[in-house]
Structures are given as C-alpha cells and as structure tokens.
Nanobody, 128 residues
C-alpha cells in the first residue's frame, strides 16, 4: 500500500484540524495503521493507532481525549481528528501501515519498527 497524508495547516491554539491519509491498493483493509509526528529537532513520536477493522484504537497519553483516529476502508482513508490543539502539537504528521499486529493491548503500536509503509508528512503548525 502507498500512503499520502494531507490536511495540515496553520491554526490557532485551541483550534481543530482533521488530517487524512489516502491509501492506494486493494489491500488497505488488511493493514493496521497509525499516525506519528516529528517536531523540529526531535525524534519521531507515536500519536495513535488503529487495527485493520477499526475495532481497536490506541493513543499516546499526550493526545488522549483530544485526538481521534478513525478509518474508512471503503474509501481507503485513515483520519486523525485533532481538537484543542496546542503549540506543542506543532510537527510534521506521518501516517504508517503494517500487515502485522499491534498486540492484544496495543503494546506494539508505539514502535516505529512495527510499521513498514510510511507516507510523506503533512505539516501542522499551532500558533499561540
């Protein structure tokens, strides 16, 4: 599967934004997927993940209760709805996919090595 993220932009502190990751290929629904982000001069960090069916979702503590990951397999789309954005959310956001598992409690979800397909990033800038 090939992935392309979009939807980034410049927003104000407290605003909302929705990112979209479009997948190509007929096997999109066989992939577990995730969002990661990378701020300037920082390591790429995990944001959220979702199983292939969408039945299970996992979040980093820093975004829990503010961000929602979802997918529409009929449209080959992965989404990240971001609410109450903060300046520290400023980063390039990447979508990623794996045909492997995320683990019963999602313990593999935060690991970059879990994913073998990555899209190009989309920049989100939150001004204070």
């Amino acid at each position: 599967v090939q992935l392309q993220a979009s939807g980034g932009g410049v927003v104000q502190n407290g605003d909302s934004l929705k990112l979209v990751c479009a997948g190509t290929g007929r096997t999109f629904d066989s992939y577990a997927m995730a969002w990661f982000r990378q701020a300037p001069e920082k390591e790429r960090e995990y944001v959220a993940a979702i199983t292939w069916s969408g039945s299970d979702r996992f979040y980093a503590d820093s975004v829990k209760d503010r961000f929602t990951i979802s997918r529409d397999n009929a449209k080959n789309r992965l989404y990240l709805e971001m609410n109450n954005l903060r300046p520290e959310d400023t980063a390039v956001y990447y979508c990623a996919a794996t045909r492997g598992v995320l683990g019963p409690l999602g313990h593999l979800a935060p690991l970059r090595t879990t994913y073998n397909e990555w899209g190009q990033g989309t920049l989100v800038t939150v001004s204070s």
